[in-house]
Nanobody, 122 residues
């Protein structure tokens, strides 16, 4: 089992920035690919970004590419999502996810966090 706990969400004005963190425990963090997803009210959960266990390869959804950066610190068992130039349409609950397989983490992760709310005001 892998336990994931997100933090760093909040209320921010459009154009602002937030850094989300996800602390992992339970298994060897460096063995897992990590991802971020989000779910806006009335919408399905969608993929935001992923990172391989080495941190060398990252992938982004088109809606956040160029504005967001996913990174990880394996020594701290933590993955981050830096979000810049935030827009009202970025408002959602953001979830951290983990899987051994980078392809699986982008589509159907094995483990999920409880989510953290991000609200962007116009």
């Amino acid at each position: 089992q892998v336990q994931l706990v997100e933090s760093g969400g909040g209320l921010v004005q459009a154009g602002g920035s937030l850094r989300l963190s996800c602390a992992a425990s339970g298994r060897t963090f460096s063995n897992y690919a990590m991802g971020w997803f989000r779910q806006a009210p009335g919408k399905e959960r969608e993929f935001v970004a992923s990172i391989t266990w080495t941190g060398k390869t990252t992938t982004y959804a088109g809606s956040v590419k160029g504005r967001s950066t996913i990174s990880r610190d394996n020594a701290k068992n933590t993955v981050y999502l830096q979000m810049n130039s935030l827009k009202p349409e970025d408002t959602a609950v953001y979830y951290c996810a983990a899987s051994r397989d980078i392809l699986v983490v982008r589509t159907n992760p094995d483990y999920w966090g409880q989510g953290t709310q991000v609200t962007v005001s116009s």
